[in-house]
């Protein structure tokens, strides 16, 4: 059974910096794609950034200078760090996972940037 657990949601004001970790457990390595999705209230989930078991990443437009995607591979783990936070952050984030035949996710955590 895969799980992906997520932590280091919170509140901070726009301009600052949060930092996300994910956990992965189960039949998933750091050879699969991990990536971190969100989804804005009333709107369709984006993915955000992808990165590859070889390290090669992906980043939507509109966080690209602003956020930092890395991986522990002994530690099982993937973190997004965030900088220079905007309001049109706000959202839940969620840490998926590519697997063979299917994608896993995280439980989300909600970020919210203030004005």
């Known amino acids: 059974q895969v799980q992906l657990v997520e932590s280091g949601g919170g509140l901070v004001q726009a301009g600052g910096s949060l930092k996300l970790s994910c956990a992965a457990s189960g039949m998933i390595s750091m050879n699969n794609t991990m990536g971190w999705y969100r989804q804005a209230p009333g709107k369709q989930r984006e993915l955000v950034v992808f990165i590859t078991g070889a390290g090669t990443t992906n980043y939507i437009n509109s966080v690209k200078g602003r956020f930092t995607v890395s991986r522990d591979n002994h530690k099982n783990t993937v973190s997004l760090q965030m900088n220079n936070l905007k309001p049109e952050d706000t959202a839940v984030y969620y840490c998926?996972?590519?697997?063979?035949?299917?994608?896993?996710w995280g439980q989300g955590t909600q970020v919210t940037i203030s004005s």
């Open positions: 998926t996972a590519w697997g063979a035949t299917r994608m896993y």
